[in-house]
């Protein structure tokens, strides 16, 4: 679980706009894309690994992984939530 104080800081890289954290249905709709193989991140590389969490910028409709506790904030491993 990401702590609610480095939440308060953290911003996406790209925009710069506050995150938050996913609902579970934005989880639930990210992992049902990638179970079907068909999500891919910014990079343009197969998503294959499911998600627990992840941190959203709303405006940017752009979902970053959080693995092992570890927010993943590089705008190639971005997610579109569009």
Do not use: C, H
Request: proline share 10%; charged share 30%.
């Amino acid at each position: 679980m990401l702590d609610e104080e480095l939440l308060k800081i953290l911003a996406d890289p790209k925009t710069k706009e506050p995150l938050r954290r996913a609902t579970p249905e934005e989880i639930a709709r990210l992992n049902a894309a990638i179970q079907q193989k068909s999500l891919k991140n910014q990079s343009g590389q197969p998503v294959n690994d499911p998600l627990t969490e992840a941190l959203v910028a709303p405006r940017s409709q752009r979902a970053y992984p959080i693995r092992d506790g570890i927010p993943v904030l590089l705008f190639d491993d971005a997610l579109s939530l569009a």
